[in-house]
C-alpha cells in the first residue's frame, strides 16, 4: 500500500473501533509519528490532509520543521524529553506527551514563559511498572499535581503511557488503569495506543493514538 492507502486504512480501523466504543469518530485524534521519515513522506501525508505529527526527538524535530516552516502542521513532541531540550521543546512544539517529573514541569513553565505561551502537556504514566519505561508511578500522580498548583504557563490535557510490547489483547488492563486515573484526577484526554495495539488502546477510552509504521512500513 501507498501512504494514501495506509492513512485510509488506519483511519477505518479508528473509526471502527471508535464506534466500538459508541463515541464519534471525531474524539479520537490521529497522530502520525514522522520519527526517522524523510520530508518527502511527511508531504505526502499533509497532502492528504493529516496535520497532526509526532515526534521522537529533538533534533528530528527540529530539522523538519524548519525544513516543512509555513505548512500548518500541529506537533506532538512524544518521545522521552531530557530536561536540557525542555526549552527547544516548548519552543518548536504545541504539545509535549512526555512530562514525566517536577523538574522537567518546571523547565518547561519556565521556557513557556519566557515564549509567552501556553504549553499543553501530558503526563506520562509509567503504569505496566516496566524498568525500561519513563513516567510517573501511578500512586505518585497525586503528589505530582500538588506540584503543579504554581504553574500557569501549562495547560494539562490529560496521561500518557506506553504499553508493554505484547499482543495487542495484553495491553488492556494498562489502558484501563490509565483511564482510572484520568478519571480520578478530573483529565478528559487520553495519549495511548500504538501500531500493534491502538485499536484496544481506543476501546480503552483513547483520544490520541501515535500511529507511525502501520502508515509509512516498517
Known amino acids: 500500500m501507498n501512504i494514501k492507502e495506509s492513512l485510509q486504512k ?5 473509526a471502527e473501533a471508535v464506534k466500538r466504543t459508541g463515541r ?3 474524539e479520537v485524534k ?3 509519528v514522522t520519527k526517522g521519515r524523510i520530508p518527502e513522506k511527511i ?3 499533509l497532502k492528504e490532509g493529516f496535520k497532526e505529527l509526532g515526534e521522537n526527538r529533538i533534533d528530528e524535530l527540529e530539522e523538519k520543521a524548519e525544513k516543512l516552516k509555513g505548512r500548518k502542521i500541529v506537533w506532538h513532541f512524544i518521545g522521552h524529553l531530557q530536561g536540557n531540550k525542555a526549552k527547544k521543546a516548548v519552543e ?3 504539545c509535549i506527551h512526555s512530562v514525566d517529573s517536577l523538574k522537567l514541569l518546571g523547565k518547561i513553565e519556565n521556557a513557556a514563559k519566557e515564549f509567552g505561551k501556553r504549553q499543553k502537556i501530558f503526563i506520562e504514566v509509567n503504569v505496566s511498572g516496566e524498568g525500561s519505561k519513563f513516567g510517573i508511578k501511578p500512586d505518585e500522580l497525586g503528589k505530582f499535581f500538588e506540584g503543579v498548583k504554581n504553574c500557569r504557563n501549562v495547560e494539562i490535557l490529560g496521561l500518557m503511557t506506553m504499553a508493554p510490547l505484547a499482543e495487542a489483547e495484553k495491553t488492556r488492563p494498562v489502558f484501563r488503569k490509565l483511564k482510572e486515573l484520568a478519571l480520578k484526577f ?3 484526554e487520553l495519549s495511548m495506543g500504538m501500531t500493534n495495539d491502538f485499536e484496544v ?3 480503552e477510552g483513547a483520544t490520541f493514538v501515535r500511529i507511525g509504521s502501520a502508515i509509512f512500513g516498517k
Do not use: N, Y
Not at 10 to 14: F, H, P
Open 186 to 188: 478530573g483529565l478528559r
Open 30 to 32: 490521529l497522530i502520525v
Open 201 to 203: 488502546a481506543i476501546e
Open 10 to 14: 488506519a483511519r477505518e480501523r479508528i
Open 92 to 94: 518548536l512544539s504545541d
Open 24 to 26: 464519534k469518530t471525531e
Open 43 to 45: 508531504e505526502a501525508v
